[in-house]
Every structure is written in structure tokens, then in C-alpha cells.
């Protein structure tokens, strides 16, 4: 089992930046890479941006690219993602994601931490 908490979202005008944090905890030895997504209200979820743990390379969505920075710790288990140029399409639920079983399994999901962006 594997715990994720995320945090450091809130609400911040367009153009603006914040910078959530997931902290994992429990069997993370094994750990792939880790994820951002998002669902904004009435929209599917989608893909942010993933980190893959050991080597450190970022895949980021398109509409992210140049704005968002996504980055790890890994002693402390650890994964962040700066966002920058805030725009009020970013608002959304984002949730962190880590896959243990292979690249992008997304095997547990963290609660979701609220960004809303203010235009």
C-alpha cells in the first residue's frame, strides 16, 4: 500500500504561481514514476505532467509545456510541480499519481488538491 497526500494548492490570480507538493508514504521502493492530473469541473480527467523516479525525466502535457516544472526528492519520497503563468483554465482538482507495477500505471491516487485561478 502506498499513501499520497498532496498539498499547496489554493486560489491565486491569473498569471500567478503556486507549487504542490505530494509526499508518498509506505511501499515506495519500487516506484516507476510519479504523476500530476487534473479534472476541472464537467471535464474527464487529464494527464499534467510524470516524473520518472530514477532517471528524473519530465513528460509534460502540452498545454503545461514552458509553464509547469515538475521535479522530485527522492529521499524524501517526494514529488512537486511548479506552476507558473496561472491561467483560469488551469483551475481544476489535481491529484498526484504513483506507479509501481510499470511506467504510467498510475497504481494509487492521491485526494486531490483544489487550484483555482482567478481571472
Known amino acids: 500500500q502506498v499513501q499520497l497526500v498532496e498539498s499547496g494548492g489554493g486560489l491565486v490570480q491569473a498569471g500567478g504561481s503556486l507549487r504542490l507538493s505530494c509526499a508518498a508514504s509506505g511501499r515506495t521502493a519500487s516506484t516507476y514514476d510519479m504523476g500530476w492530473f487534473r479534472q476541472a469541473p464537467g471535464k474527464e480527467r487529464e494527464f499534467v505532467a510524470r516524473?520518472?523516479?530514477?532517471?528524473?525525466?519530465?513528460y509534460y502535457a502540452n498545454f503545461v509545456k514552458g509553464r509547469f516544472t515538475i521535479s522530485r526528492d527522492n529521499a524524501k519520497d517526494t514529488m512537486y510541480l511548479q506552476m507558473n503563468s496561472l491561467k483560469p483554465e488551469d483551475t481544476a482538482v489535481y491529484y498526484c499519481?504513483?506507479?509501481?507495477?510499470?511506467?504510467?500505471?498510475?497504481?494509487?491516487w492521491g485526494q486531490g488538491t483544489q487550484v483555482t485561478v482567478s481571472s
Open positions: 499519481t504513483v506507479s509501481l507495477r510499470g511506467f504510467g500505471s498510475n497504481d494509487y
Open positions: 516524473i520518472h523516479w530514477s532517471s528524473g525525466r519530465p
